[in-house]
């Protein structure tokens, strides 16, 4: 059995890019602007580390117009999803202490 860490995700595991999918997880499609703001980085941060989920294809953009202006969509792919899922159990399991062994009773 190896240690739950063999399970992270390295595209999800950074911070930013963590935070990122743990907003998508909860929503069907997130704006933007609106992501932007909740994971507090700047607009070039997130395109890039967007850009990053997109071609792990964990992520999908879309872009859409309202009046003059176009706006861009984000959503959780299927595969996202459960990368994602399997991530945050690979965490619980670590923080859980799952690969360490029972204490013997003397």
Known sequence: MSHPRSR?????????????????????????????????VSDSVLSKQ????????????????VGRRTRTSLTLTAGGRKAFEQHVRALRDIADGVAVPPAENP
């Open 50 to 65: 967007i850009a990053t989920l997109e071609e792990a294809e964990y992520v999908a953009v879309s872009k859409f117009r």
């Open 8 to 40: 992270l995700d390295e595209v999800i595991h950074s911070p930013v890019r963590f935070s990122i999918v743990a907003a998508l997880a909860s929503a069907t499609s997130v704006e933007f602007r609106v992501l932007r703001d909740l994971v507090e």
